[in-house]
């Protein structure tokens, strides 16, 4: 039986202004992961219809306002922001519902914080300095006015994973179109509805010109590939795999497409035997992992601990992490829902398997739970004894498996914090200010947390280095990468 009681439209794509199935009549099952069980259906969207909502997002950039009237965006954009905050409690069961995240999450990163961070976009829409005035010079003895335009990039294909939708959803999308670009969303195909959603909100509520803002939600990976390789579109804004991200700087490739990626992370959590409050930090760290399932591309999924502290911080850890709920997402007082679907879960099992194969050694967890509900739960899982080549250190499993390790001192933890291909994101725990600044200054990675760990903010800005990818969400900097520069020299 399913679980979603709410009463919401089908799942239908934005194609050019028309809320539609796919062309050919193709759909394919929305599941619940709590369950395992089908709450819906998606249009399989078509290779015509990518094609056409190609054509529409290109049409309108080239044709309507939507590019030049900076007036006409912040009243639409207001009109969406107006129309997720009215329906903001239907909107949360169904993120809870389609992707597994614990309830309680809908105030933070997935409802709450990404719709005020579309808020805060159009904001700055409004003051944003488009041209900037560089004043009069005399090359060559020329003398001539300089200015600086900011102008809208183009077409923007937007590709979202399954994790965090609504917030990485918007974080694509508010962005761009605060910039007067046009957009193509295309949903990772296991949370296609809250995407379609916002494209249904963009339909029915807003004055957005037909064509701006498409979402299409094609289940082949061959399919979607239309929007990576296709010359109309000017810009990829992807978040997923780095492995994908990698094929989409490929496909990109021949028609130079702008390319910004926000990819895979195995972010160092670094906790010094000087740490203010261990107690503190083990369940600070334990959240930072095990939230959402260990489903956060910036999860804290490598701990590296000073060897003194190492066994009584592991065992504050395991205490944190038993104490964890686990089960219905739509309860608010579970802590860790459902992983999103069985092919992910199969993979952090395999994890697992292969972690205490090369040496490491399971200290909690491990295992598939609540398996008589049908859903997707997977216990908080620790392992111990990890070296610095194991496959858990190495790669990213986005599940709730935590690799630890023991190091020696300040130049061992910079050694293992920078180990890996990735530079998402990392943590570092002590009473040593300067040491903090130290290790701030030493990890390669994009974000830093000092003596916590998370904790979404929309004004300062999101992004890796290394395999990790290029460019940054949030932020003055997320309305920046979906424009270019024109200087323009004006003879006096």
Known sequence: MSRLTISLPPAQQLVDGKLTGASDGATYPILDPATGQEIGVAPDSSAADVDAAIA????????????????????????????????????????????????????????????EGLRWVTDLLESYEFETDLGEAQPMGIPTRRTVRREPVGVVAAISPWNVPTQINLAKIGPALAAGCTVVLKPAPDTPWVAAELGRLVAERTDMPAGVLNVVMPRSNEVASQLTSDPRVDMVSFTGSTNTGRAIMAAAAPTLKKVFLELGGKSANVVFADAKNLTEAAAVSAAGIFRNSGQVCVAGSRLLVERSVHDDFVAELAKAAKSMRVGDPLDLTTQAGAINNATQLAQNLSFVETAQAEGGTLYQGGQRVLEDTGG????????????????????????????????????????????????????????????????????HTGVVHVNTYGGPDVTVPMGGVKQSGNGHDKSLHALDKFLDLKTAWVKL
Not at 102 to 107: L, S, V
């Open 376 to 443: 997707y739960f997977m216990e908080p899982t620790i392992i111990t004894d990890v070296a610095a080549h194991h496959s858990v250190a190495q790669k990213e499993v986005f599940g709730p498996v935590l690799a630890v390790t023991a190091f020696e001192d300040e130049d061992d933890a910079i050694r293992l914090a920078n180990s890996t291909d990735y530079g998402l994101a990392g943590g570092v725990w002590t009473s040593d200010l300067s040491r903090a600044h130290r290790m701030v200054r030493e990890m």
């Open 56 to 115: 529409a997002a290109r049409r309108a950039f080239d044709e309507s306002a939507w590019a030049t009237d900076r007036a006409l965006r912040v009243r639409c954009l207001r009109q969406l922001h107006a129309a997720l905050t009215e329906e903001a409690e239907e909107f949360k069961a169904l993120t809870t519902a389609e992707v597994g995240m614990p309830g309680f999450m809908m105030t933070a990163a997935g409802f709450d914080v990404p719709v």
